[in-house]
């Protein structure tokens, strides 16, 4: 962060199941490409998760293990802020003055909060209802200019824009409206085994999904039960969404665009493309793995990381609240 003039970048994941390829390619590996440009801060967003019930033993461990796959992934937990969500209780307290600004019927249209109540039928609790206003907490706090997120985002990210905009209509400029950032190829992974719906880190089906830390061979099981249909072409067509989510994945790893991929299996079948679009994953994972193996056991440095983090975060978290404050009408602080 020793670049004032540099922009602002503020996303987050939150600890719950275990980091999918569909966070990396959406999120993670956008935020590894940005974080030289930026001044940026990654969180582990840990409050947002408990709006599901969480085991609190596992809960704690997930939490570390999630900032060690940021690191892992390649963020700089040196040039930027990687920490907890919880250790910055402004976020929380910014949460509440938003929500005095934010309409019923706004948090009533969220997809997510329509998905996850009725996943969670017997615990819709006021924070499902209220999960999108700690987000526009999150990312208006540090006065952050662009999100990086996938696109089940963009719902979340308009509503923060709307209420940023909303706020400095009645007091006055007080928060930078910020804008998203999602990748051109695989803002939306699907799941591997249910083409139709997004790839999800809670899903109790393991082979919808592929975790990063994922060995080799859970990578060529999952990969080569992948639901496909049966005509045996790689070609985007529509309609035909489990053969355009591996095409999808293969060209958000190397880089190649559908055309060049599609030139390079014309005339072969599903059996090779899947291999070549697991081994890439494989090769994408390997290094990300590796670093994860030697981190984990470093404890002082992991805490060094979070800490350090969370203080810097607070002194920045501090200027946007008392500016809040002051427009909104509270009494200064004396202390
Ligand atoms: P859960 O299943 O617990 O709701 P999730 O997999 O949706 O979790 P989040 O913590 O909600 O994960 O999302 C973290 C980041 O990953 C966000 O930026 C989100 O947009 C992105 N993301 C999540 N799933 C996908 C996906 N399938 N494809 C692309 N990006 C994704
Ligand atoms: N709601 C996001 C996670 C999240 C987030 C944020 C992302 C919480 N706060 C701030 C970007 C910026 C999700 O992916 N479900």
Same mark, same amino acid.
């Given at each position: 962060?020793?670049?004032?003039?540099?922009?602002?970048?503020?996303?987050?994941? *939150?600890?719950?199941?275990?980091?999918?390829?569909?966070?990396?390619?959406?999120?993670?590996?956008?935020?590894?490409?940005?974080?030289?440009?930026?001044?940026?801060?990654?969180?582990?967003?840990?409050?947002?998760?408990?709006?599901?019930?969480?085991?609190?033993?596992?809960?704690?461990?997930?939490?570390?293990?999630?900032?060690?796959?940021?690191?892992?992934?390649?963020?700089?937990?040196?040039?930027?802020?990687?920490?907890? *969500?919880?250790?910055?209780?402004?976020?929380?307290?910014?949460?509440?003055?938003?929500?005095?600004?934010?309409?019923?019927?706004?948090?009533?249209?969220?997809?997510?909060?329509?998905?996850?109540?009725?996943?969670?039928?017997?615990?819709?609790?006021?924070?499902?209802?209220?999960?999108?206003?700690?987000?526009?907490?999150?990312?208006?706090?540090?006065?952050?200019?662009?999100?990086?997120?996938?696109?089940? *985002?963009?719902?979340?990210?308009?509503?923060?824009?709307? #209420?940023?905009?909303?706020?400095?209509?009645?007091?006055?400029?007080?928060?930078?409206?910020?804008?998203?950032?999602?990748?051109?190829?695989?803002?939306?992974?699907?799941?591997?085994?249910?083409?139709?719906?997004?790839?999800? %880190?809670?899903?109790?089906?393991?082979?919808?999904?592929?975790?990063?830390?994922?060995?080799?061979?859970? !990578?060529?099981?999952? #990969?080569?039960?992948?639901?496909?249909?049966?005509? @045996?072409?790689? &070609?985007?067509?529509?309609?035909?969404?489990?053969?355009? @989510?591996?095409?999808?994945?293969?060209?958000?790893?190397?880089? %190649?665009?559908?055309?060049? #991929?599609?030139?390079?299996?014309?005339? &072969?079948?599903?059996?090779?493309?899947?291999?070549? !679009?697991?081994?890439?994953?494989?090769?994408?994972?390997?290094?990300?793995?590796?670093?994860?193996?030697?981190?984990?056991?470093? &404890?002082?440095?992991?805490?060094?990381?979070?800490?350090?983090?969370?203080?810097?975060?607070?002194?920045?978290?501090?200027?946007?609240?008392?500016?809040?404050?002051?427009?909104?009408?509270?009494?200064?602080?004396?202390?």
């Amino acid at each position: 962060m020793e670049n004032e003039k540099k922009k602002v970048i503020f996303s987050g994941i *939150q600890p719950t199941g275990c980091i999918t390829l569909g966070n990396y390619i959406g999120a993670l590996k956008n935020w590894v490409e940005l974080q030289n440009d930026y001044n940026c801060l990654f969180s582990v967003v840990d409050l947002h998760s408990i709006t599901v019930r969480q085991d609190p033993v596992q809960l704690r461990k997930r939490c570390v293990d999630f900032l060690v796959q940021y690191l892992a992934c390649g963020i700089n937990g040196e040039d930027n802020l990687v920490f907890f *969500q919880s250790h910055v209780p402004q976020h929380a307290e910014l949460s509440w003055i938003l929500n005095c600004y934010t309409y019923m019927g706004e948090l009533s249209r969220m997809t997510q909060f329509k998905d996850k109540s009725s996943k969670h039928a017997d615990n819709i609790n006021a924070g499902l209802f209220t999960y999108p206003v700690l987000m526009a907490a999150d990312i208006l706090l540090y006065q952050t200019d662009l999100v990086p997120v996938g696109n089940d *985002q963009k719902q979340h990210l308009e509503l923060a824009r709307d #209420i940023a905009i909303r706020f400095n209509g009645i007091y006055g400029d007080t928060f930078t409206v910020p804008e998203g950032f999602m990748p051109k190829a695989g803002a939306r992974i699907m799941s591997l085994q249910e083409p139709t719906s997004k790839m999800s %880190k809670s899903d109790p089906n393991e082979n919808g999904f592929i975790s990063i830390l994922d060995r080799p061979d859970a !990578v060529v099981r999952k #990969i080569k039960r992948a639901v496909t249909d049966s005509d @045996n072409l790689i &070609k985007v067509r529509e309609g035909h969404d489990g053969i355009n @989510n591996l095409i999808t994945i293969y060209s958000a790893i190397t880089k %190649k665009s559908n055309e060049e #991929i599609e030139a390079e299996f014309d005339g &072969k079948g599903y059996g090779d493309f899947k291999m070549a !679009v697991a081994e890439a994953i494989i090769e994408e994972l390997k290094p990300i793995q590796q670093r994860y193996d030697e981190l984990i056991k470093d &404890k002082a440095y992991i805490e060094q990381i979070y800490t350090n983090g969370a203080k810097i975060a607070q002194s920045l978290a501090r200027r946007t609240l008392s500016k809040v404050h002051r427009r909104v009408g509270f009494v200064d602080r004396k202390f």
